[in-house]
């Protein structure tokens, strides 16, 4: 099974147990916004931890309903993210969400050794594109986190997300490592990770997923320049995954799609005990309310 | 296709061609056998350079006619390697050969950066064609001779080499086995790295004209039911024509426990030259020798 668009993305949440979601520092409009709506379309159970007053104010200015949403008040901030993280350690919940707070804040209570949210998994962020000009979504890791993945780090970012696709449904995700090239060059160090992973995945060392790489952008999302270029490849031109070099190449395809291919764009934090969503304030309330489909679906 | 060195020997007679073979420091036993045996089958003319008198008193009690050969004088083994090498560079020879001289002396006159014999920026290896009784057909081995610990391009330039070996035999796209101790690839074992990249620059044609996979053991790249009983999915599948092994310390063992214990016959020559040089063991037998003087033929 595949996804074509977010609307397929929020099929396979409907219906289901609704997943319970904290929103940590709570007293964020964007965040409210969106947390909100996906209450109401009954994709989630939220949970306010923060300063009740400066929710309710929030709420009042914008007209949001909230009667009936539970709030727990934690005026201080890192108090407020403690009590959340505690929460989803404890299994109160299935989803964190940040607030009005700063990411590296969140992340070290996520981090922390005796109430965080540990898995020994390296953390990870993983985003899905829908793109006009492909026929599926596209998920693209990592574009946010890890700065220059080692290949140790590659093979764990890899784990990370084909965990998530297998529980979006896809049985076998195609993971394309990208290169600027689609041959091993000895002076590219992404092309020859990218070769490394492909025999781990030939050996069964990295499983539920078919990988092939190096693969230039063009050959890993077009069957026509593959073609082109002679390439035999079972991922070529019918990518679920594409795998980043490094965070600069990563950042820079995940803003161009977002600015020049008006992509839609939902994405979350993997390799902790539950799915983190960690959308920046200039991302949409849009983005950040199919974040929270992706969350809820990608929530065990 | 030939399946073994005497329907190599036969291909070799069928090309009807006289080789001129240059031997550096002529005067052994075996030697001069094997040349003797090729002169009177008729696919070389030999041209023996060391003391003639010692040539002459080798002939006799082996009761061959010196006069079949040319003989050139030279006082010592240095000054002969370098008149062999210079006979093939004027092209006076098509084919070079050690006789009693130490391989290091010998191949310094080949590797002589004006008067030698090397092709510019070629690796210099060495492959050879073994006969086991115990194997379907022959198995390529590279390399047993010359590269004590080969990087990842004398790696690539020995499988090139041998595959364009394994063709001259007729067999058109060469499965080639890169041999380790396990199928999996890891980052503590150099050589499962190499050998990881190789396979996908394999894949991606940049090394052409061959099957090739690797990391594999011996079991798992010349044994059908060892590759059933594991359960690896490789496409070499028990049925490697090319063994390519990390270092001369593990090749060389291979082949000389082979002949000395599994009645094995081997044929090799070097390669990276502009012309056939046939370098082997003193040790070796004569009818090794014989084979290896056809093989350059084969291979001229």
Redesign the interface.
């Known amino acids: 099974m595949v996804l074509k668009n977010m609307n397929d993305l929020k099929r396979l949440v409907e219906g289901g147990p609704r997943k319970k979601l904290i929103l940590a520092a709570a007293e964020d409009q964007h965040s409210l916004g969106a947390v909100i709506r996906a209450w109401k379309e009954n994709i989630i159970e939220p949970i306010l931890v923060g300063n009740e007053e400066g929710i309710h104010n929030i709420c009042a200015s914008n007209n949001y309903d909230i009667s009936g949403l539970r709030i727990i008040n934690e005026p201080d901030t890192e108090k407020s993210v403690e009590t959340s993280v505690k929460m989803i350690s404890s299994k109160q919940a299935d989803i964190l969400m940040k607030g009005k707070i700063g990411s590296a804040s969140l992340l070290r209570s996520v981090l922390n050794k005796t109430w965080g949210l540990r898995t020994g998994n390296l953390l990870s962020h993983f985003a899905l594109f829908e793109v006009e000009t492909y026929p599926k979504v596209i998920a693209v890791t990592d574009v946010a986190m890890n700065i220059a993945p080692t290949?140790?780090d590659k093979i764990a970012i890899v784990n990370n997300s084909v965990a998530c696709l297998n529980r979006l449904g896809y049985k076998m995700p195609k993971v394309a490592v990208l290169g600027a090239v689609?041959?091993?060059n000895?002076n590219m160090q992404a092309t020859?990770d990218?070769?490394?992973l492909?025999?781990?995945n030939?050996?069964d060392?990295i499983i539920n997923c078919i990988i092939d790489g190096?693969l230039a952008f063009d050959n890993a999302v077009s069957l026509e320049s593959a073609q082109l270029k002679?390439?035999?490849?079972e991922v070529a031109g019918d990518t679920d995954l594409l795998l980043m070099p490094d965070i600069e190449v990563g950042n820079v395809l995940y803003k161009s799609l977002v600015f020049f291919a008006k992509a839609k764009v939902a994405s979350i934090i993997l390799g902790a005990m539950v799915p983190i969503v960690l959308t920046s304030r200039s991302d949409s309330e849009q983005a950040k309310f199919d974040s929270i489909l992706l969350a809820a679906a990608a929530s065990r | 296709m030939i399946r073994n060195l005497e329907q190599m020997e036969e291909k070799v007679l069928a090309l009807n061609k006289k080789h001129r073979v240059a031997v550096a420091w002529a005067q052994d036993n075996n030697t001069i056998g094997a040349i003797n045996n090729a002169v009177k089958k008729g696919f070389i003319e030999a041209i023996l350079i060391g003391k003639p008198s010692e040539i002459k008193k080798t002939c006799e009690s082996r009761g061959i006619d010196y006069r079949i050969f040319a003989l050139v004088e030279s006082h010592n083994e240095i000054q002969a390697s370098s008149e062999a090498v210079r006979l093939a560079k004027t092209g006076e020879a098509d084919i070079v050969m050690k006789g009693l001289v130490g391989t290091d002396k010998f191949l310094k006159a080949v590797m002589d950066k004006e008067m030698g014999l090397m092709l510019p920026g070629s690796v210099l290896s060495y492959v050879c064609a073994m006969e086991i009784p115990a194997y379907h057909k022959l198995l390529f081995i590279t390399d047993p001779a010359v590269i004590p610990f080969p990087n990842l391009d004398q790696k690539v330039a020995m499988a090139r080499y041998a595959i364009e070996m394994a063709q001259k035999f007729g067999i058109k796209k060469p499965k080639i086995a890169l041999i380790s101790a396990s199928e999996k690839m890891s980052r503590l074992f150099e050589n499962s790295v190499d050998y990881s990249i190789m396979c996908k620059m394999a894949d991606r044609n940049q090394i052409k004209n061959c099957i090739m996979d690797g990391p594999l053991d011996i079991f798992l790249a010349c044994d059908k039911k060892s590759v059933e009983i594991k359960g690896v999915e490789t496409p070499v599948n028990g049925d490697a024509d090319i063994l390519l092994f990390p270092s001369l310390e593990s090749s060389n063992p291979f082949y000389k426990g082979l002949m000395l214990f599994a009645k094995c016959e081997l044929a090799g020559l070097i390669r990276g030259t502009e012309k056939p040089v046939i370098v082997m063991s003193r040790s070796e037998s004569e009818r090794s020798k014989y084979f290896c003087i056809a093989l350059s033929c084969l291979m001229a």
């Open positions: 290949l140790q689609e041959m091993v000895e020859l990218a070769a490394l492909s025999k781990m030939q050996r060392q190096p002679g390439i035999k490849s």
